[in-house]
């Protein structure tokens, strides 16, 4: 993508960003899943107030409250989320990921973190434990190379019945892994969990920290 577009522009920059904050923590915990199929996807996302940006929602109308609609947000993490997922390539750009993403956003009286409630199909049949160790067992290049922002562990998967929570579980590996928890079968779709992400260090400033590196370690900033 770096290459097309200094190819394209003419010019030895490139513009990276960072994905929304609440499909970066959906689309971490969707990924190691990825080796039995991913067919359908129901999501809803409990967010974060410091995800509206600073001052935020007023106070009167997030305290003691919940507000089910965040402008753009569900479209964001629909497309985003098959984006990622999906493939790239120099001659032919992205293909998103062939999979059905349905998502519903709220903003929820927390500081910091967003809550994803998750339901799948997959293609494959697997056992729980399968889904658990693809979790645990989850590394990219970050990991590879050792870089600074790079958790060592991108995936936690916790298993007591109350947790991932964002008092308890935000700050896991400095803030930059994603907690999975609660996975049991789902009467509807296969399986369904709850996966939780900083959205302001994994979701934001981390991730923009960590792309930075990545770029860095592949000589894209000489």
Sequence with gaps: AVTCQREARGWPGAIVTNPNCSAIGLTMALAPLARFGLRRVLVTTLQAASGAGYPGVPTLDLLDNVIPYIEGEEAKIESETRKILGGWSEQDGF?????????????????????????????????????????????????????????????????????????????????????VGRLRQCPV???????????????????????AELACSQGRLD
């Excluded at 993403?101 to 056992?127: D, F, G, I, N, W």
């Excluded at 779709?189 to 792309?211: E, I, P």
Aim: charged share 25%; glycine share 6%.
């Design 189 to 211: 779709l296969d399986y369904k969990f709850v996966c939780l992400s900083h959205n302001t260090l994994r979701g934001a400033a981390g991730a923009t920290l960590l792309n």
């Design 95 to 179: 293909a998103e990921a062939p999979l059905r993403l349905s998502a519903q956003t709220t903003r929820v009286p927390v500081r910091e973190s967003h809550l994803a409630c998750v339901s799948v199909e997959l293609e494959a049949r697997a056992k729980p434990e399968e889904l658990i160790a693809a979790w645990r067992e989850f590394s990219g290049e970050p990991q590879t190379l050792g870089l600074p922002s790079a958790p060592a562990l991108p995936i936690i998967y916790r298993e007591e019945p109350d947790r991932p929570q964002p008092a308890r579980d935000r700050v896991a590996q400095g803030g930059m892994a994603v907690t």
